[in-house]
Structure formats: structure tokens, C-alpha cells
């Protein structure tokens, strides 16, 4: 049979398209991914089987609108380096802080008021609520199965479709001119000895460092601790920024649980070299930067290229960065976790995460309920 040089000309690109559509299928009719999505969806999760096809439905969609509780500095750097990646996609992200926005914000999904976010900020002191409005998108098991890049522990194994992004955790900051080096504590005892009785350290009355002790110590031991801080007749503080400046002038000595970002920032600002900080161990590690897919989002498929993005060493560095050093312990080369690399931990789980406000009470009441004397 002869063939025409019409013939001959297409030949190639059916051929290409067909190697193309067979490859497509034998990815979707993988039987383990099949399986997977089988039991995501009989759970009522939706389950993606190619990584090709949400990029291609995310073309598609064209836009993604994200609330998460960034810097400034880190919104920018990410939204470049994101639409850089995908240049289809138009990023725009928005800033949530603190428990005020977080509290008015379910109100606003509660009465169906935030309808235009594809990726929101899940706040831990709510975490419950937020629940029954975020899509059910199996992230966890996409992550497990690598249909998407994202260290599975990342991911809430419960709802297994939450992500947190970022890892907090707190270390006892001091000024080397008012604590000689044989005295800087060397554990959480340490700060218990009669050299630091009498308004020698200062103390958060939020006590999410010694509440986030817990897993490690227990409950019983960890509110034991907590009294014999009271005892020690501390500077009681709300909040590291403005206790970490009193400290780099040497108006207060010490503190126990700034965050180590925060910490990091500060010393950037003293001149003096004079704040300085110790990792006491075991080391309290807190879930951050939680984000989710809400219920109905305009555009899911560039949702999911966005967390995903968020997991890469790329936007890691860029938490890092900008935040600064707020990257996930569960991305290898971020800075948390080389800082934290080797050391005993308190690692505060997904499960546990949402009973740290019922600690932090807790803690509050054996410190006899203390009232700030410096404020942020």
C-alpha cells in the first residue's frame, strides 16, 4: 500500500501524540495510584493521579489568590519565584496576622462571606473550626505516593489535607555583658539555680515554650517546672520582640522561649553583638505557616502546585531568608534543621497541636497568673 507524502508528514506526529496518550493512561492506570485514588475518594477526598495534569489544569485556570500568614518581604520573593516557575499562573497573596484576623476570618467562612481564597491560612488556636470548610484534597496521600513533592510529614495524617510549611522553635536569649559564660544555663533545670532568682530572666505569660515541653516531658513534670519558674520571682513579658531589644541594651538579662526567628532578627538589629542565645534541649518544635485549600476554590489545581511549591528547597530558602529562618525541620539544608540537627526534641505533633492551648492554660494557672510587666 502506498502512502502519500500527506501520510508521511502526519505519521510522526500521531505517533508522538499517541506515545504521549499512552503514557498519560499508563500513569492514570497505575494499580497502585488507582488504589489510592479509590480509597481517597471512598473517604470523600479528591485524589490526583498526575502530576502533568494539574500542571495542565492550573494552565487552564490561570490565577491563584492566597491568605497566609507571611512577611511582607517573603510574599514577594515567593510570588516572583512561583509565577517564575509557572508564569501561567497569576499569584497574588495577602498577609494574615495574628489571633484577631484569625478569629474574624472563620467568622467570614462560617457565613460564607470568603469565597474568593484558594489557599488559606489554617490558625492552630482555631484549627477545629477551620475544619468542615477546607476542600478534602488527599494531599498526604499524593505526598506518600509522589504524585506531588511534599515531605508526608508535612501533612496532618488525620485530616490529610493540611500542610504546615514552617517550624517554630524557642530558645533562651541573653545579653553576654550581664550573664557571665560560667552562668548561661546549659538546660531547662539550669534556670531553676538561686543565681537566677529575683528578676534575673524575663518570662512570656503565653507560655507556648513550656507548654510545647510536653511531649517530652509530660504534662505532670512540665507544670512542676512551670511553678518553680514562678517561684524564681521572674520579669513577666508578653512577647520576644520588645524584651529581645531590653535585653540587647541590657535592661533585662535574659528570656526564656523567644522564638529563634525572632531571636535571629534581633540580633541583626544589635550593633553591639552584645544578644546572644542558647538551644536548651529538650528543644520545643511547633507546626507553623499551616495552609489549606478551602471548600469550592476558584482554582484548585494551581492550589496544589502552590503547596507544593512551598515544600521545595527554593521557597524554603525563601522562608529563611526573608521570615527569617522559618523553614520546615522536615526540608533537608533548611536552616532549622540544621540548627536543630542532633538535639533531643519536644516535637508538638499535629494531634497534640491542637491541645497547646489547653497546656498553655494550664501553665498560666501553675505560674499563678502573672500579669506582663513589658509589653510588645
Not at 507548654?211 to 513577666?236: N, S
Request: hydrophobic share 45%; with cysteine.
Amino acid at each position: 500500500m502506498k502512502i502519500s507524502c500527506f501520510h508521511r508528514a502526519i505519521l510522526p506526529l500521531f505517533a508522538a501524540v499517541w506515545l504521549v496518550a499512552s503514557g498519560t493512561f499508563a500513569a492514570a492506570a497505575s494499580p497502585e495510584l488507582l488504589k489510592a485514588k479509590k480509597e481517597a475518594e471512598a473517604k470523600g477526598y479528591t485524589f490526583f493521579t498526575s502530576h502533568d495534569e494539574i500542571v495542565a489544569e492550573a494552565k487552564k485556570e490561570g490565577s491563584l489568590r492566597v491568605l497566609a500568614e507571611m512577611e511582607p518581604p517573603t510574599m514577594r520573593a515567593s510570588a516572583q519565584a512561583f509565577m517564575k516557575k509557572y508564569p501561567f499562573i497569576n499569584l497574588q497573596i495577602q498577609e494574615i496576622t495574628g489571633t484577631d484576623s484569625a478569629q474574624r476570618f472563620i467568622l467570614e467562612l462560617k457565613a460564607g462571606r470568603a469565597k474568593d481564597w484558594d489557599i488559606i491560612n489554617v490558625s492552630r488556636d482555631f484549627f477545629t473550626e477551620y475544619v468542615p470548610y477546607i476542600s478534602k484534597t488527599d494531599l498526604l496521600g499524593m505526598a506518600e505516593r509522589g504524585v506531588i513533592a511534599i515531605p508526608p510529614k508535612m501533612v496532618d495524617p488525620k485530616n490529610r489535607n493540611v500542610a504546615a510549611f514552617s517550624t517554630r522553635f524557642q530558645v533562651t536569649a541573653y545579653n553576654k555583658k550581664t550573664v557571665p559564660a560560667a552562668q548561661v544555663p546549659k538546660t531547662w533545670e539550669d534556670i531553676l539555680k538561686p543565681e537566677f532568682k529575683g528578676r534575673k530572666f524575663a518570662a512570656d505569660i503565653r507560655p507556648t515554650e513550656i507548654a510545647a515541653l510536653v511531649p517530652a516531658w509530660g504534662l505532670e513534670k512540665t507544670l512542676d517546672f512551670a511553678r518553680k519558674v514562678a517561684l524564681q520571682q521572674p520579669i513577666w513579658v508578653r512577647g520576644g520582640s520588645r524584651t529581645l531589644t531590653s535585653i540587647a541594651v541590657g535592661e533585662i538579662p535574659m528570656m526564656i522561649g523567644p522564638n529563634f526567628h525572632t531571636t535571629k532578627r534581633a540580633q541583626q538589629k544589635d550593633p553591639t553583638g552584645s544578644l546572644q542565645y542558647i538551644v536548651l534541649e529538650p528543644v520545643p518544635l511547633k507546626l507553623a505557616l499551616e495552609l489549606a485549600i478551602p471548600v469550592s476554590p476558584q482554582h484548585p489545581n494551581a492550589a496544589v502546585l502552590w503547596l507544593e511549591w512551598l515544600a521545595s528547597l527554593e521557597a524554603q530558602k525563601l522562608l529563611d531568608e526573608h521570615e527569617p529562618l522559618a523553614s520546615s525541620v522536615h526540608v533537608r539544608g533548611g536552616v532549622v534543621e540544621q540548627e536543630v540537627k542532633g538535639k533531643q526534641l519536644s516535637v508538638v505533633s499535629w494531634e497534640e497541636n491542637q491541645k497547646m492551648q489547653s497546656w498553655q492554660r494550664m501553665v498560666v494557672e501553675a505560674y499563678g497568673f502573672p500579669k506582663a510587666e513589658v509589653s510588645r
